[in-house]
């Protein structure tokens, strides 16, 4: 794991950026899952001005969500699939043609989540996997108790997820009680994964992911045995790791 600690949370978006940034020159075609929460806004922000600057290009790139809420449609305000589209995609001077939604408001999500990921394989493999960590340790919807071997699935949020995610809705009771998450095997298939750690809540979480041990109850701990993880996090996030 490569641990890159920046000051704050400007630096890491910059950084995330040109870790992207790098990325795409070295691979028109790359293929990316994007997160969705407060942490990667800044990062949308950075790529889209810069994509309007005509400095990076994702028109070839082909795109994957890790996560999305059961029930909510693309049009949704709160579904992740608008989220992305309302601070990526719309933004961007072209519309990725690319875009491979997770449909969350299907009837068969078994076999959303079988063809999701026979799409990844279809695409290649995921390239980057961009993720952001929940405070209880999750990567993706991977809740604690994930099995290692996970695969994409339906899963049952957690109280404090929902909490955790609760702003857009007004009230946790209208936070949906499942969501459609790629499994940690999905995650692990990923050439390159980059963790993005913003804010002192998330030191817990990041010190137990860096430092314990691999475990299903801290999801996030498998990516200690990934090749090629870039963990970027700001000061308040990587405070307890040397402690
Ligand atoms: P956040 O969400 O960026 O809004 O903190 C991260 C997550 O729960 O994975």
Redo the contacts with the bound molecule.
């Keep these: 794991m490569k641990l890159i600690i920046l000051k704050d949370y400007q630096s890491l978006s910059l950084c995330a950026a040109d870790f992207i940034q790098q990325q795409l020159a070295a691979k028109p075609n790359l293929v990316l899952a994007l997160?969705t929460?407060?942490?990667?806004l800044g990062l949308y922000a950075e790529l889209v001005r810069r994509a309007q600057k005509k400095q990076i290009d994702f028109s070839r790139a082909t795109f994957f969500q890790p996560d999305e809420y059961v029930g909510l449609a693309q049009n949704n305000k709160n579904s992740f699939a608008f989220y992305l589209k309302k601070n990526f995609f719309a933004q961007l001077p072209i519309f990725p043609t690319k875009v491979n939604f997770f449909s969350g408001a299907a009837k068969d999500l078994a076999k959303v989540c079988l063809d999701y990921e026979k799409a990844i394989a279809q695409a290649g493999g995921l390239d980057v996997a961009i993720?952001?960590?929940?405070q209880n340790g999750?990567?993706?919807f991977n809740e604690p108790g994930s099995a290692l071997a996970s695969r994409a699935r339906v899963i049952d949020l957690t109280m404090e997820?929902r909490r955790?995610?609760s702003t857009a809705f007004g009230k946790t009771s209208a936070v949906p009680h499942r969501a459609v998450t790629l499994g940690l095997v999905d995650i692990m298939s990923a050439k390159k994964i980059l963790l993005l750690v913003s804010g002192e809540q998330?030191a817990q979480a990041l010190a137990k992911a860096v430092k314990g041990k691999v475990s299903p109850q801290v999801p996030a701990s498998v990516l200690q045995s990934h090749p090629r993880v870039v963990i970027m996090a700001d000061r308040l996030a990587s405070s307890l790791i040397n402690s």
């Design positions: 997160p929460g407060a942490t990667p993720l952001g960590i929940g999750h990567i993706a997820t955790a995610n998330k």
